[in-house]
């Protein structure tokens, strides 16, 4: 039996391979066009974020010129009230923006899937638990329990990070839950039941590689909502503080000068064009991985 199934997990492999290699090739038409141009998105933001102190021409939170400059040759994206280059302080705020929302998403996805499965595969009184205290966590809409939480905790981006994780949890928890119930009733794993396997191993073995497809495409889809919220914390006051150059941030700042749109213009694209590079991912893994969703 425990032969059998690394064949049968490997025989999968190749087509996983050769979806992928169809799915990135740019002669397959222009269906794939919007994934590639997604790929270098992303790609391209991380490079910025990590090099931007090497050849940035301007401080992000220091004098640049004059303020409220709009767009010229000196200051493609203008300056703000302050005087600052918005285009530095725009690629600048990737480093915030991202990685506080990839955090946020790796520990969500951690905690929700392990409690999950745990809910999903021994059942009782954990599972009872369990879902009911996502099913209360989920009552609430996303935002407005964000905004709760970050509020009673203090503005920072930490708080704003700590809010994000509780509300987004319970997704996972409820989507590794099913899957596992699925999972937990299939063939293979009733005959590691009847080889007198352990229940840690028959858990991590033969249940959980087979629940992660949908937990990856999901969460490929969520980082885009979690920037937007963390911009959206920010915006209110209850994530970044001046004068960190954080996008959600420095849109509040453009509020304030609304006839001077630029202030607002280069953070607003920042988030759209992040945004929708990781929605195009997610559509994409969900070709790869799931074809029958096609």
């Not at 700042?253 to 213009?265: H, K, L, M, P, R």
């Not at 590079?277 to 893994?285: C, E, P």
Request: charged share 15%; glycine share 10%.
């Amino acid at each position: 039996m425990s032969a059998a199934l690394p064949e049968a997990a490997t025989a999968v492999r190749p087509g996983r391979l050769r979806r992928l290699a169809a799915l990135l090739d740019p002669r397959a038409g222009p269906a794939r066009w919007p994934i590639l141009i997604a790929l270098v998105t992303i790609l391209a933001w991380v490079v910025v974020g990590a090099t931007i102190d090497l050849w940035a021409p301007y401080d992000p939170v220091a004098l640049a010129g004059r303020r409220l400059q709009p767009p010229n040759a000196s200051h493609w994206l203008g300056t703000d009230a302050l005087g600052r280059d918005v285009l530095v302080r725009t690629l600048y705020g990737v480093r915030f923006s991202l990685p506080i929302a990839a955090g946020v998403l790796v520990t969500a996805v951690a905690i929700g899937c392990v409690l999950g499965a745990l809910a999903g595969f021994f059942g009782g009184l954990l599972d009872g638990v369990l879902m009911r205290l996502a099913d209360v966590t989920l009552s609430f809409p996303a935002m407005l329990l964000a905004m709760a939480i970050a509020a009673s905790l203090g503005p920072g981006l930490f708080n704003a990070g700590l809010a994000m994780v509780i509300v987004w949890w319970p997704i996972y928890a409820r989507l590794m839950r099913a899957q596992v119930l699925s999972v937990r009733s299939l063939e293979h794993v009733d005959a590691a039941v009847a080889m007198g396997a352990s229940s840690p191993r028959i858990l991590v073995r033969h249940v959980l590689p087979l629940c992660w497809t949908p937990i990856l495409v999901n969460a490929t889809v969520d980082i885009s909502q979690i920037i937007l919220l963390v911009a959206g914390l920010s915006f209110i006051g209850l994530g970044a503080r001046p004068p960190t150059p954080e996008w959600g941030q420095m849109i509040a700042e453009g509020a304030t000068n609304f006839y001077n749109w630029w202030i607002a213009a280069g953070p607003g694209l920042a988030i759209l064009a992040l945004s929708l590079a990781f929605s195009f991912i997610g559509d994409g893994l969900r070709d790869l991985l799931d074809p029958r969703s096609r």
